[in-house]
């Protein structure tokens, strides 16, 4: 089974949901359940003193009081906005961008089908045409709608964000709670849960910062609250989690994305892709997730487009790696990610800084590290040792053995 890392968030007058709230035990290189850890969840602890209403008024307060560290300068930016339309100048692909198939099915003359790199389930109308083929997007379905449906599912209906195909909207949603020690379901109308949009926050891809394949590149948690918990704490449930995050199908999502966008700009020539066997390893497994899939955890200002994406050029010991910068919900001031997702040959090399020179970027090709990824690679996390479970910490979550 694999190891859970729970970070607690011990509530008195209200959520901190900043990952500079707490100092939680150094994390170390020698620590193997940090090194493998997959599953993450963001425990709340609430101390009530007074009513609820007041405690209520508090968190709302200490949420509004963020503090943010400066934006970083990501060259190739792209904003993604709700609502906006498809475009028409879309680019044609003509191949699947994962295994190069020319037909949706084998031998069936049918053309390939349209890729949204960024999901419509987020919102999002980015799209390549004639991009994917049937057997690239079940692979794809089979991380990507556990996203969508288990670490997003309650936060895309608060938001309001439209579906990909219309149905009527769940009526229940289930929250877990924790009641001496143990795990317990209750569920919740929409208006009454306390939802939440979480994300795992990471130090820089190891291909960036060298750290080797075998550890960790988990940081700590991203949160924000989209609902009040008066409910949970009427009920007398003062110790609850947020949705599971599995890092395997996380960082395959964020994969999936980078590597989309990335053909969508330079096309399937314009770089020799590392991912997409990644992506398309439909086996649960991924040791080496965090060579290449990486973020910043500092706290980032919100801005004013719903996603954002970019991509650069990284020069390490005289190789050429493409990385693409990807920030869901950065409305609300979400953390930023990136991704590895090909190296450049000379040629390539010419034609990626053609394209960034064009759009006014210079000197784009050695960018300072402080800009583009956290240069803070000691990490810090609490982790739940897999056997234990008290009133402080989460019990295990399934999964591969």
Not at 80 to 100: E, H, M, S, T, V
Not at 158 to 179: F, P, T
Request: with cysteine.
């Amino acid at each position: 089974m694999y190891p859970v890392a729970v970070f607690h968030r011990n509530v008195v007058e209200g959520p901190a949901l900043s990952s500079d709230s707490e100092k939680p035990e150094p994390w170390t290189p020698n620590s193997p359940a940090t090194a493998k850890t997959r599953f993450l969840r963001l425990l709340f602890t609430y101390t009530i003193h007074g009513d609820a209403q007041q405690a209520n008024d508090v968190r709302e307060s200490a949420l509004e009081n963020r503090a943010f560290a400066p934006s970083p300068l990501i060259p190739n930016l792209h904003g993604l906005f709700p609502n906006d339309p498809a475009d028409p100048n879309r680019p044609r692909i003509g191949k699947c961008i994962y295994c190069g198939a020319s037909e949706y099915q084998p031998n069936s003359r049918r053309p390939l089908a349209e890729e949204h790199p960024v999901s419509e389930g987020i919102g999002s109308r980015y799209s390549l045409d004639e991009a994917s083929c049937e057997q690239c997007e079940i692979r794809i379905n089979k991380f990507e709608t556990p996203v969508l449906q288990k670490m997003f599912h309650g936060a895309r209906e608060r938001l309001g964000i439209r579906r990909k195909k219309r149905k009527r909207k769940q009526q229940n949603y289930l929250v877990s709670a924790i009641v001496a020690g143990k795990e317990t379901k209750v569920t919740l109308s929409l208006s009454d849960h306390p939802t939440m949009l979480c994300l795992p926050t990471f130090g820089a891809a190891g291909i960036i910062c060298g750290r080797p394949a075998d550890m960790s590149g988990i940081a700590s948690m991203w949160g924000i609250a989209l609902a009040p918990h008066d409910e949970m704490i009427r009920r007398g449930h003062l110790q609850f989690s947020s949705p599971v995050i599995d890092t395997v199908h996380f960082c395959q999502y964020i994969a999936k994305m980078a590597h989309g966008f990335a053909v969508g700009e330079l096309g399937l020539s314009g770089f020799t892709s590392v991912l997409f066997p990644k992506i398309l390893n439909d086996t649960n497994v991924w040791d080496d997730r965090f060579l290449f899939v990486g973020g910043d955890y500092r706290e980032i200002a919100p801005s004013d487009a719903q996603h954002e994406l970019g991509w650069g050029i990284f020069d390490s010991g005289g190789t050429n790696y493409l990385v693409v910068f990807v920030r869901i919900f950065s409305n609300l001031g979400a953390p930023w990610f990136h991704a590895v997702v090909g190296t450049l040959s000379a040629a390539q090399l010419e034609h990626a800084l053609a394209v960034t020179e064009a759009r006014g970027y210079k000197n784009d090709k050695n960018p300072d590290p402080s800009q583009t990824v956290s240069p803070m690679l000691r990490l810090q996390v609490e982790v739940a040792p897999p056997s234990k479970t008290d009133a402080g910490q989460v019990p295990q979550s399934p999964g591969p053995a």
